[in-house]
């Protein structure tokens, strides 16, 4: 097996996720007492979510650019990176590494795509939902219409990520709030939803919506232990 380096702590609420379903994922595929060869590092939320409150995306970049050499270094050999949002400054991060990084939103396409859906809804981070590093990534390179909520319903998405569920609170009120946000979208026409922020796994499943649901933390350590178990002639690109 492949070592994989997983850039966290953007929620640690959401990284302990990808490290349960990675071993997980792993004892499934090879059975016994098999878990997942893992280098984690685990950076400082507050400094990141300053940076994206400032609109300091080169610094935040810089950063976490800094955190996948050392990963590197340690002797991972693939980087993923367990958040969406951050993945807004993935350009900075692949810049100069030597090992793939696994992107969330191509692992994700390619599922939605797999399953002949066109029209998709997005939840996520205010940035993911409004800016186009994401949401323009679907359209662009894999053909998708992708569908975000309102604008009063993106700021009580954005607010319960923030306030609630990086800070390991899942209130059942707020999961009403998003079963009756993701009824709106399926209404508009989405085909199924994006849960598009790496903590919304904590708060609602596949139960909550009437159409398929496409979570990016889970589909993200799929893709991460497909290439950590997968021949060495195998490659990912960013």
């Given at each position: 097996?492949?070592?994989?380096?997983?850039?966290?702590?953007?929620?640690?609420?959401?990284?302990?996720?990808?490290?349960?379903?990675?071993?997980?994922?792993?004892?499934?595929?090879?059975?016994?007492?098999?878990?997942?060869?893992?280098?984690?590092?685990?950076?400082?939320?507050?400094?990141?979510?300053?940076?994206?409150?400032?609109?300091?995306?080169?610094?935040?970049?810089?950063?976490l650019a800094q955190?996948?050499?050392?990963?590197?270094?340690?002797?991972?050999?693939?980087?993923?990176?367990?958040?969406?949002?951050?993945?807004?400054?993935?350009?900075?991060?692949?810049?100069?590494?030597?090992?793939?990084?696994?992107?969330?939103?191509?692992?994700?396409?390619?599922?939605?795509?797999?399953?002949?859906?066109?029209?998709?809804?997005?939840?996520?981070?205010?940035?993911?939902?409004?800016?186009?590093?994401?949401?323009?990534?679907?359209?662009?390179?894999y053909g998708l219409?992708?569908?975000?909520?309102?604008?009063?319903?993106?700021?009580?998405?954005?607010?319960?990520?923030?306030?609630?569920?990086?800070?390991?609170?899942?209130?059942?009120?707020?999961?009403?709030?998003?079963?009756?946000?993701?009824?709106?979208?399926?209404?508009?026409?989405?085909?199924?939803?994006?849960?598009?922020?790496?903590?919304?796994?904590?708060?609602?499943?596949?139960?909550?919506?009437?159409?398929?649901?496409?979570?990016?933390?889970?589909?993200?350590?799929?893709?991460?232990?497909?290439?950590?178990?997968?021949?060495?002639?195998?490659?990912?690109?960013?």
């Open positions: 097996m492949k070592w994989i380096g997983l850039i966290g702590g953007m929620s640690w609420e959401s990284s302990a996720e990808y490290y349960r379903f990675i071993n997980q994922l792993v004892r499934d595929a090879r059975g016994g007492l098999h878990s997942a060869p893992i280098i984690l590092a685990s950076v400082d939320f507050a400094q990141i979510e300053a940076y994206q409150h400032n609109g300091d995306w080169d610094s935040a970049g810089k950063l955190v996948a050499q050392r990963l590197v270094a340690a002797g991972a050999e693939c980087i993923v990176l367990c958040t969406n949002t951050m993945h807004k400054v993935s350009a900075a991060i692949t810049a100069d590494l030597p090992v793939p990084f696994i992107h969330i939103a191509d692992a994700t396409a390619e599922r939605i795509v797999a399953a002949d859906i066109s029209t998709v809804a997005l939840l996520g981070t205010r940035y993911t939902m409004e800016q186009d590093f994401y949401k323009g990534r679907l359209e662009a390179h219409t992708v569908l975000v909520p309102e604008a009063a319903e993106r700021t009580e998405v954005n607010r319960i990520i923030y306030d609630e569920l990086c800070m390991g609170v899942i209130d059942p009120h707020s999961r009403a709030t998003y079963q009756t946000i993701m009824a709106n979208l399926v209404a508009r026409g989405a085909q199924a939803v994006i849960l598009g922020c790496t903590e919304i796994t904590l708060l609602v499943s596949h139960a909550d919506v009437t159409v398929p649901v496409f979570d990016t933390t889970r589909i993200h350590a799929e893709a991460a232990v497909a290439y950590a178990l997968a021949a060495p002639t195998t490659t990912q690109t960013s």
